[in-house]
């Protein structure tokens, strides 16, 4: 099936290294190199079947596609968080406002928006009026179950909680420590940020607060990990706080939970209605400041269960063998 696909990628091969080959293109960051790069772009989004977009991140790619509406029929988006809520959550600048003029263009006639979280498709049909259809999908492995076997060896007299996934304002890290920093007396805690990507001005600010409050206790994460590595990390995490105000951090949280672990997400947002209605326990971290609350035994073995049944790794291939099919 492999050999069916072809990838067109952007980024820095230096930060985030690929493997080349005769179907994958990376475009370059010269002039020369972006002109090679999007003309091939375009003779390959007319030669496709299908065109899945990975994140509509890159306004370039999305003007091509807004000015060639008869390939939209074909266009599948998997929607990843930024780009839809940027929406909502952009400063209302003028580049902004021409970027969504493009953007409504595309959204509106694309074929279908694959996404794990159902609420996340209904506010691309509230705020683009989309004729695309809904097709539910784990989309990636990390949104899978990870092993049970994964457990925690962390010291019960001491909780170890990660606060956010990256190193995104969004995470709204200062307002966590805030919390935090309030419970010290109450609760003996370490805390966690991985900040191994996103805004690194943003990230060297969120180290400055973290050691300022929690001195020996704060553990900025700032190298990327492997797959594996990273799970292991995440098996000596007690508490996650996750105080996003969009969708963000599925594959963290999803990982989290399948090994028992105590989640919090911000209530008004579509993941916290999403794992709610699945019947999985997730606290709000908007009520933080009422206390820090743990799972008990039979609520994490509740969530164990239910995270193992419905992510799983068939359901990952079964959902994109209908998409490659449809």
Same mark, same amino acid.
């Given at each position: =099936? ?13 930060? *985030? $290294? ?8 990376l475009c370059g960051s010269t002039f020369k190199d972006k002109a090679a790069g999007y003309s091939k772009l375009v003779n390959e989004l ?22 060639? $509406? +008869? ?12 780009? &839809? *809520? ?9 580049? +902004? ?27 691309? @049909? ?11 999908? &784990?989309? *990636? ?5 990870? %092993? ?10 001491? /909780?170890? /909680?990660q606060v956010g996934n990256s190193a995104d304002p969004e995470n709204r890290h200062a307002e966590v420590f805030d919390k935090l920093d ?13 900040? #191994? ?12 607060? !973290?050691? !300022?409050?929690f001195r020996e206790n704060f553990f900025p994460l700032t190298e990327f990990m492997s797959f594996d590595e990273y799970n292991r990390y995440?098996?000596?995490? %007690? ?18 939970? #399948? =090994? ?10 579509? $993941? ?16 933080? %400041? ?29 959902? +994109? @063998? ?5």
């Amino acid at each position: =099936m492999a050999d069916k696909h072809r990838y067109w990628l952007t980024g820095s091969a230096e930060k *985030y $290294p690929v493997e080349t080959a005769e179907n994958i293109t990376l475009c370059g960051s010269t002039f020369k190199d972006k002109a090679a790069g999007y003309s091939k772009l375009v003779n390959e989004l007319h030669s496709s079947d299908k065109i899945i977009l990975h994140g509509l991140f890159n306004i370039r790619v999305v003007v091509l596609l807004a000015c060639m $509406p +008869w390939l939209h029929k074909k266009c599948y988006w998997v929607l990843w968080g930024g780009d &839809l *809520y940027v929406r909502r959550n952009g400063a209302r600048t003028l580049s +902004w406002r021409i970027k969504e003029v493009f953007r409504t263009i595309l959204i509106r006639r694309l074929q279908a928006v694959i996404t794990t979280v159902p609420g996340d498709y209904e506010l691309v @049909r509230k705020w683009y009026s989309t004729r695309a259809k809904y097709i539910p999908s &784990l989309m *990636y492995g990390s949104h899978v179950a990870r %092993d049970l076997e994964l457990q925690s060896t962390t010291d019960k007299n001491l /909780i170890n /909680i990660q606060v956010g996934n990256s190193a995104d304002p969004e995470n709204r890290h200062a307002e966590v420590f805030d919390k935090l920093d309030q419970l010290k007396e109450e609760v003996k805690f370490n805390v966690y940020c991985p900040l #191994s990507y996103g805004n690194e001005e943003y990230a060297q600010a969120v180290i400055k607060e !973290g050691v !300022g409050l929690f001195r020996e206790n704060f553990f900025p994460l700032t190298e990327f990990m492997s797959f594996d590595e990273y799970n292991r990390y995440m098996a000596t995490i %007690d508490v996650a706080i996750f105080n996003h105000r969009r969708q963000q951090a599925m594959g963290n949280i999803i990982g989290l939970l #399948s =090994m028992g672990k105590t989640v919090y997400l911000r209530s008004t947002e579509t $993941p916290y209605q999403f794992f709610k209605e699945l019947g999985i326990t997730v606290f709000k971290s908007d009520a933080l %400041d009422e206390g820090l609350q743990v799972l008990n035994e039979k609520q994490k073995q509740k969530n164990i269960e239910i995270v193992k049944r419905e992510f799983t790794r068939s359901s990952l291939v079964e959902s +994109w @063998r209908l998409i490659f099919n449809e």
